[in-house]
Structure formats: C-alpha cells, structure tokens
C-alpha cells in the first residue's frame, strides 16, 4: 500500500513561483514511479511530468518545461514539483500519483494523492 499526501498549494500572483510537495509513504514506494497531473475546472487531468526515485528519468510535458521542475528527495520519501512564472492558466488542482511502470501520460497510475489547489491571479 502506497499513501501520497500534496501540500504546498496556495494562491500566488501571475509570475509567482510555488512548491509542491508529495510526500509518499509505504514499503515498497522504491518500486515506484512518481508523477505529476493537474486538472483545471472542466477540463481532463493533464500529465505534467514523471520521476524516478534515482531522478535518472524525468519527462515533462512540453508545454511547461522550463517552467517547472520535478525533483525527488530520496531521503525524506517526498517529490517535489517547483512551478515559477506562474500564470493564470495555470490554476488548478495538482496530484501527485505513483505506478510500478513508467506510463507517463497514461493517467490509470496505481495511487493518487488528494491534490492540492493552486491559484493564480492576474
């Protein structure tokens, strides 16, 4: 079993920076992948990013590489997502999951945490 708990969420100007955190617990959370989505009001979740816990291969979305940053903190069992220059479309909730397979964008991941909303304002 595999819990994953987000914080870091919060509400931040246009061109502000955020970090999220995943915090993952459980056994076997080495044989995991972790990965980062977020969904917007009325859209799909959309893959934002993928880690391992070695960071030997990290995949972005295209779209916002440059602009967030995924990392992993073997030591303290958490992953952290940094979001700089913000924008208001960047606005959602974002989750954390984990899988024992590399599915990147493919969103039927093992485990998911709660999410944690993130507001920007223009």
């Known amino acids: 079993q595999v819990q994953l708990v987000e914080s870091g969420g919060g509400s931040v100007q246009a061109g502000g920076s955020l970090r999220l955190s995943c915090a993952a617990s459980?056994?076997?959370?080495?044989?995991?992948?972790m990965a980062w989505f977020r969904q917007a009001p009325g859209k799909e979740r959309e893959f934002l990013g993928t880690?391992?816990?070695?960071?030997?291969?990290?995949v972005y979305l295209a779209s916002v590489k440059g602009r967030f940053t995924i990392s992993a903190d073997n030591a303290k069992n958490t992953v952290y997502l940094q979001l700089n220059s913000l924008k208001p479309e960047d606005t959602a909730v974002y989750y954390c999951?984990?899988?024992?397979?590399?599915?990147?964008?493919?969103?039927?991941?093992?485990?998911w945490g709660q999410g944690t909303q993130v507001t920007v304002s223009s």
């Open positions: 459980g056994r076997t959370i080495r044989n995991y992948v």
């Open positions: 880690i391992n816990w070695s960071g030997t291969r990290i």
């Open positions: 999951a984990a899988d024992r397979t590399y599915r990147d964008s493919n969103p039927n991941y093992d485990y």
